[in-house]
């Protein structure tokens, strides 16, 4: 039974009872009639009422009881009952609401339910990324014992490396960010699983004579034909905000066993190089140890880098440049860079503040930029790496803003354009050898939307690529 039903019938029982009472107000009266009584004086009536002792109650309940006799000696009586209205409306609204709220508390009941059955499927998946890594483990060892017993180096193992490496970066990202798609790896775990068998089968087959690639450093080939996928090496050292700037490796050919790294992100703003960070390993990079940190207050944008310990950059709201001691952190010599635009002028496309963009190759140290002179088209000048004195120029058709980017290897201009948010391309090359130009489609997969800086290291022939604050390398295949 509703409630409201029980509470109208409790009210009707309790209605009933005072007109009882009401009926039992004075003197016996003759059963004759209910609602005359005659020879009864109506006085009589009113004064019971009031004097009756077991009646007190109802002389509180009810006022202005009056009587009158007619003609035929009838007693006639009126009652005013106070006004004492029962707020039904009020009881309706209460039940309403009653109903409403009983339904929110079951709907957040079945809610808490499959929190609860959630918590347990997340359990089992965090249980599985734990296999998942230990797997990724035993594969990083295999792939150590295949590449010593092949007693050399074998392109295959060397990429299957890359990808376990990545492989580990993911899981591990993974294992912190708490994503869903361990599925996925999975199935990426057992394709790896299966190549590393099939290079495990082909150890002691006879397998065709390739020839090997050029030794990095030397110029002995026809060109870049294709680069690998990224390998993700870390997120820059000063987080997520810092989105613009550059990295990569210089390397002393005095001393073959000392390596410098380096790393420059902007700040916030896009433009401005006030820090970055030199280490000596690649282990400390990722580990985030041993760094050297300057301050600099006059670099600008994203087109530095590192060559022969001096760093080179565009200086702060101006066509010039510079040299920079690493070992000082002092500017050893400026020039300005004649004709060239600057102050997003001719930018390359989705980054600005890059107009003079630096580059490092084979045979050394260039800039590549766009005149006024040009309409745009992008300029290369091969510089002198210690006055920074411009040797010799090349014009080419490219317009340098369409381009996202721009790196050289042996003295060949290669730029990239924006295919999709996740696929850059080499699409045009211009050989300062020859002075011809023309169209590749070599695609190049990417972590982010946006490239900001793409620096080649001729000493492990790799693009180090700043990619929304991400530091990304490629390994560059040449023919």
């Known amino acids: 039974m509703r409630p409201g039903l029980s509470f109208l019938l409790a009210l009707l029982f309790f209605l009933g009872q005072a007109a009882g009472d009401l009926w039992d107000v004075g003197p016996p009266l003759p059963s004759s009639s209910s609602s005359s009584f005659p020879g ?46 029962f707020p039904v409306d009020r009881v309706e609204r209460l039940e309403f609401t009653a109903h409403v709220l009983s339904e929110k508390f079951e709907k957040e009941l079945s809610k808490v339910k499959e929190y609860v059955q959630l918590i347990s499927v997340y359990e089992k998946k965090l249980l599985n990324l734990t296999l998942i890594k230990v797997e990724v483990k035993e594969m990083e060892k295999l792939v150590i014992q295949l590449k010593e017993s092949f007693g050399g180096s ?28 361990v599925l996925a790896i999975r199935r990426d775990i057992v394709a790896l699983k299966n190549k590393l068998k099939e290079c495990e089968a082909s150890k002691g087959e006879n397998t065709p004579l390739v020839r090997p690639s050029p030794t990095p450093g030397s110029c002995g080939h026809g ?27 210089d390397h002393f050919s005095q001393y073959p066993n000392k390596d410098l790294y380096w790393v420059a992100p902007l700040n916030t703003d896009g433009r401005r190089l006030e820090y970055y960070r030199l280490y000596n390993t690649m282990d400390d990079l990722l580990l985030f140890t041993n760094a050297r940190e300057p301050r600099i207050t006059y670099g600008q944008g994203s087109g530095t880098v590192v060559y022969k310990n001096s760093m080179y950059v565009n200086l702060y709201n101006s066509g010039n440049i510079a040299r920079i001691n690493l ?42 930029y766009a005149t006024e002179a040009s309409t745009g088209n992008m300029v290369i000048s091969k510089l002198n790496d210690t006055t920074l004195q411009v040797l010799n120029t090349w014009y080419t058709k490219q317009y340098k803003p369409s381009a996202s980017n721009a790196f050289m290897v042996c003295g060949v201009l290669y730029a990239t354009r924006t295919l999709n948010t ?51 390398n490629y390994d560059l295949f040449v023919l």
Not at 223 to 243: A, H, M
């Open 223 to 249: 060109g870049v034909v294709n680069v690998s996928k990224p390998s993700v090496v870390q997120l820059n050292w000063r987080g997520f905000s810092y989105k613009y700037g550059a990295w990569g490796r």
């Open 327 to 368: 070992t000082t952190n002092k500017v050893a010599v400026t020039q300005t860079l004649p004709d060239a635009a600057y102050n997003n002028r001719f930018s390359y496309a989705n980054v600005a503040w890059q107009d003079i963009d630096f580059a490092v190759d084979e045979n050394g140290l260039w800039v590549i």
């Open 154 to 181: 074998s392109e295959i193992v060397d990429q299957l490396e890359v990808e376990i490496r990545n492989m580990t970066l993911l899981v591990e990202k993974l294992e912190t960010l708490d994503k869903n798609n």
């Open 422 to 472: 996740k696929t850059e391309e080499i699409f045009y090359y211009y050989d300062t050898n020859t002075g011809k130009e023309g169209k590749l489609d070599i695609v190049m997969p990417k972590m982010q939307e946006k490239v900001q800086s793409i620096t080649y290291s001729p000493f492990d022939r790799k693009l180090y690529v700043y990619n929304d604050g991400y530091l990304l």
């Open 40 to 85: 009864v004086d109506s006085g009589s009536i009113y004064s019971s009422s009031h004097s009756s002792g077991g009646r007190g109650t109802m002389s509180q309940l009810f006022s202005n009881v009056t009587g009158s006799v007619d003609d035929r000696g009838t007693c006639q009586c009126s009652v005013s009952l106070p006004d004492t209205t």
